[in-house]
């Protein structure tokens, strides 16, 4: 089974470790490994996650966008991906001075059948806005917009993020505290562990709220036209993250769909009918049925299916 690897970037003190503590303490039965790639000669953040993690690799000196190539990232992301009992998730969380872009076709080039690439998860500081956010911006999957109680011009920052991608989800954060079901579902049946995380033993208060996503339904008896549909997952829509289920194009051809950001995996299943879930925030719920009821409505064309096959795995 191939296992999902989930890239968490941003700038120095955008609150990355804070969300990587955050998901850990609350795995909900999510088996973690993770590489923690740090700038310097002390691997701090190595010793910041290792309260509650089930596989771990880290990369000191260096960062993984210039200090390794695809072939050294497949690598360590494939020993991860061989723990036994297997990883539900592994999260790369980069240094501060990584490039988001380089990061993200680093993974990319390294996905293989062990692993593959689940998308970038942007960490911003709502107090203070790196100057290169607008390039990082346009490559994020999903944006965090952390500190934002505290930041004194709010409205400016999330009109950076609209003017450069007006599309991707946003969540406005305090101490990075988003729902880790938006990133992975927890394996049914399994056991929650008990160990607790470094910073629960710091006797940190998590009797919070954590910040909401939107989950939209869509189902559907008529096969879907799959150019149709393909297009609507390259437009968008605004505010899509994550979608999972079952999408059925007719004579056959039903698939296990896995997306996150721009990351598409289809699996041939048996069966009939559309089941679907989009996940994000900031989504219209009509017009994102209203979009997809239009690919059930419109007729496909004899090679309609070849731009289907090349995300089937």
Do not use: W
């Amino acid at each position: 089974m191939s296992v999902p690897v989930l890239a968490v970037a941003g700038f120095l003190g955008a609150g990355k470790t804070t969300l990587l503590n955050h998901l850990l303490h609350n795995a909900r039965g999510v088996r973690i490994g993770v590489l923690v790639n740090d700038f310097g000669a002390v691997n701090i953040d190595a010793m910041l996650v290792a309260g509650q993690v089930d596989a771990m690799a880290s990369l000191s000196n260096g960062c993984i966008c210039c200090a390794v190539d695809a072939d050294e990232a497949a690598d360590m992301l494939g020993k991860l991906a061989a723990v036994r009992p297997a990883l539900d998730l592994i999260v790369v969380e980069a240094s501060g001075v990584a490039e988001p872009g380089t990061l993200a076709r680093t993974l990319i080039t390294a996905d293989d059948k062990r692993f593959h690439y689940a998308g970038l998860v942007l960490l911003v500081d709502a107090t203070n806005p790196a100057a290169e956010l607008a390039h990082a911006v346009r490559v994020a999957d999903l944006l965090v917009l952390n500190k934002i109680d505290d930041a004194p011009d709010p409205d400016a920052v999330r009109a950076i993020i609209a003017e450069h991608n007006p599309r991707v989800p946003v969540l406005e954060t305090n101490f990075a505290r988003i729902d880790p079901t938006l990133l992975i579902d927890p394996p049914a049946g399994r056991e929650p562990a008990a160990q607790m995380s470094l910073d629960e033993l710091l006797h940190d208060e998590h009797d919070h709220p954590h910040v909401e996503y939107q989950s939209i339904e869509f189902g559907c008896d008529t096969p879907l036209n799959p150019r149709r549909f393909l297009e609507f997952l390259r437009q968008g829509p605004p505010g899509l993250y994550r979608a999972k289920g079952f999408v059925d194009f007719g004579a056959g051809h039903r698939y296990l769909l896995q997306l996150v950001g721009a990351s598409l995996r289809l699996s041939k299943q048996r069966g009939a009918g559309t089941e679907l879930v989009c996940i994000g925030a900031g989504m219209d719920a009509d017009a994102v049925r209203a979009a997809l009821q239009q690919c059930a409505t419109e007729p496909a064309d004899e090679n309609a299916m070849l731009g289907v096959f090349k995300y089937v795995v």
